[in-house]
């Protein structure tokens, strides 16, 4: 009987991280659109104040200019597909790592990247990019 409780409760707690990543995951395209809605309220959330997002271009933007570049862009941001993604749950730290498809008015690339988020009380919230890698960026 202490074995199959024991081999319930790993299951369950399998079953569990499995929907926690997938809710992550899930955000993580909650943020694309927002970007490509230029929606400043839900990413004021979203980010954390101490976001750092670094770009293939090695610039680095805080929350504050991000946000500021978001809103001065709006409208030039058509989609941003987020294509293979993961997600790793390390306590209230997660880590994903994936592509995302940018289409632009005026071009297409696709980056790479990794984020890291940290767990709130009612949700995540996104506290470093890093663009490791960007294909066809003009």
Do not use: C
């Not at 409760?9 to 993580?28: K, P, V």
């Not at 990794?114 to 919230?125: A, D, I």
């Amino acid at each position: 009987m202490k074995y199959l409780l024991s081999s319930v409760l790993f299951l369950l707690s399998g079953a569990a991280s499995a929907q926690t990543e997938q809710q992550l995951l899930d955000f993580e395209k909650q943020i694309e659109a927002a970007v490509v809605a230029a929606d400043i309220s839900f990413l004021q959330k979203a980010y954390a104040d101490d976001f750092r997002f670094k770009h293939g271009t090695g610039h680095i933007d805080s929350k504050a200019s991000w946000l500021k570049d978001v809103e001065k862009n709006k409208g030039k941001f058509v989609s941003r597909n987020v294509d293979k993604a993961e997600a790793e749950l390390h306590g209230d730290i997660g880590i994903t790592q994936g592509t995302i498809t940018v289409t632009r008015t005026e071009s297409t690339y696709t980056i790479h990247y990794v984020r890291v988020y940290r767990k709130t009380p009612n949700s995540w919230e996104l506290f470093m990019h890093r663009t490791v890698q960007q294909e066809n960026f003009k």
